[in-house]
């Protein structure tokens, strides 16, 4: 077997309850270790996974990594996420075909339009 990307890691202020909202709103499911990290695995528990980690930086600036999601039903994916306390982010885009949100500690992600559209 070659090279795989196994797993995407979030820093965050508090790993259990981010790494829980994620694992919610995506609908996927979840493992807490004991040192309170979070593994939020793909439903059909392929890799990557997102790993969410303790870090002891906050959030200072633009993310220079984020991720992408794309549903169906883009609509639906972005009511499900604002549903659950993410945030609309305006960087200045223009009117793009992917609308750019951002988590509980302000990490910003977008979601895409349907490979349809």
């Not at 919610?24 to 059909?44: A, H, N």
Request: proline share 7%; with cysteine.
């Amino acid at each position: 077997m070659g090279l795989e990307l196994e797993a995407i890691v979030l820093d965050c202020q508090d790993a259990t309850t981010l790494g829980r909202w994620w694992a919610e709103v995506l609908q996927w499911p979840y493992e807490i270790d004991d040192d309170g990290f979070v593994s939020v695995f793909q439903p059909d528990r392929r890799p990557p996974l997102l790993f969410f980690m303790n870090g002891p930086d906050p959030k200072t600036a633009k993310n220079r990594l984020h991720l992408d999601f794309r549903d169906d039903d883009q609509q639906a994916l972005v009511h499900r996420f604002l549903a659950h306390g993410a945030t609309r982010v305006d960087l200045g885009q223009g009117d793009p075909s992917w609308v750019v949100l951002a988590d509980p500690e302000a990490n910003e992600f977008c979601v895409l339009a349907s490979r349809a559209d």
